[in-house]
């Protein structure tokens, strides 16, 4: 195996697509339920607060998923089997 950026940037195998699919959605659905209680206690109203929620995860989950696949590239913090 060989990685590239003095070791930081790996070409290994990474984890399945769906597999970070599913971590991601799972996640997003407990940030929501966080969220849209938060805005809840802000607002005190339901149908704000589900809007609130809602909206802010739609990003938020794009966000997490670029995220997640960006770092399953970088080979820092992870024993290479040599």
Same mark, same amino acid.
């Given at each position: ?8 940037? =790996? ?35 339901? =149908?704000?607060?589900? =809007? ?31």
């Amino acid at each position: 195996m060989t990685s590239t950026l003095g070791g930081l940037v =790996s070409d290994r195998p990474h984890q399945a697509l769906s597999r970070a699919v599913v971590k991601t959605a799972l996640y997003r659905v407990l940030m929501v339920v966080v969220s849209v209680a938060v805005a809840y206690l802000v607002v005190g109203d339901v =149908s704000a607060a589900l =809007s609130i929620g809602l909206a802010t995860n739609v990003v938020k989950t794009v966000t997490y998923y670029g995220y997640e696949r960006l770092w399953d590239r970088i080979a820092w913090g992870i024993p290479t089997a040599e």
